[in-house]
């Protein structure tokens, strides 16, 4: 399973990179709004730092026209931006076109397994269903990861599921049995990930055990 950092924040990009587990990025209108460099040189030091990996942007248009305006002027900030598009029928209309032109796009704001069907039958090259914002309604969004998971293999539809609006650790194990190809996870929820109580108790242990033989005999390593 591929992990994209969801975060618009280059300092926590770069980070998550260093540790090698970043397969991507993703960001939205609000993580932007967060930073305080011009949206297109934080869209292209991320593209930079990413090399090959897929950055998703998104653009603000709701209308087919602008959406396909948008899309062409961030595909061409740097080779490796993946374009946002809103599941509507604007947006449908606009990933058609954006296929045919081999832009590729990331349909965003997924809140059902049809949309995710339909996203990808126009074209996307990512789907992303929203698994926070769902059970915050109480509603199963893990269900609609399994259920688009499932009508994905039915047919060999090849759009990549990212299970998105992750909140918390089981989120991402969940997705990733239910065969989501992708989960973008933000930068805090990695550091969650990473750790646990039984790690953390082992390498005390480890480390006073050590400090007492180290009384008794030689058993330095060398740095
Ligand atoms: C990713 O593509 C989404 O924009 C993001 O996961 C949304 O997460 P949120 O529901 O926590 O804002």
Redesign the pocket.
């Known amino acids: 399973m591929k992990l994209f950092i ?1 975060s618009a924040n280059l300092k926590q990009i770069k980070e998550a990179d260093a540790l090698g587990i970043a397969d991507g990025v ?1 960001t ?1 209108p ?2 932007v709004s967060k930073e305080e460099q011009d949206f297109k040189s934080l869209i292209q030091d991320i593209c930079a730092v990413m090399g090959d990996r897929p950055v ?1 942007a998104e653009g603000i248009s709701t209308d087919t026209e602008g959406m396909l305006k948008e899309a062409r002027t961030l595909a061409k900030w740097a080779p490796n931006v993946v374009v ?1 598009i809103p599941m509507t029928a604007d947006g449908l209309k606009a990933v058609r076109v954006l296929s045919q032109e081999e832009i590729k796009t ?1 349909v ?1 704001l997924i809140f059902t397994a049809n949309q995710a069907l339909l996203a990808a039958k126009a074209g996307a090259t990512y789907v ?1 269903p ?1 698994m ?2 769902l059970d915050d309604i109480d509603q199963d969004g893990l269900l609609v990861v399994k259920d688009t998971a499932a009508i994905f293999e039915n047919y060999d539809i090849r759009a990549e599921i ?1 299970a ?4 918390h650790p089981l989120h991402v194990s969940a997705s990733a049995k239910a065969k989501a190809h992708i989960a ?1 996870v ?1 930068p805090a929820l990695i550091h969650q990930m990473i750790r646990h109580p039984l790690t953390e108790a082992g390498i005390k242990r480890f480390f006073q055990d050590w400090e007492k033989a180290k009384q008794q005999k030689d058993i330095e390593i060398e740095r």
């Open positions: 969801d993703t939205n609000t993580l998703s946002k990331n965003t992303s929203f926070g914002r990212i998105a609006s992750v909140r973008t933000p």
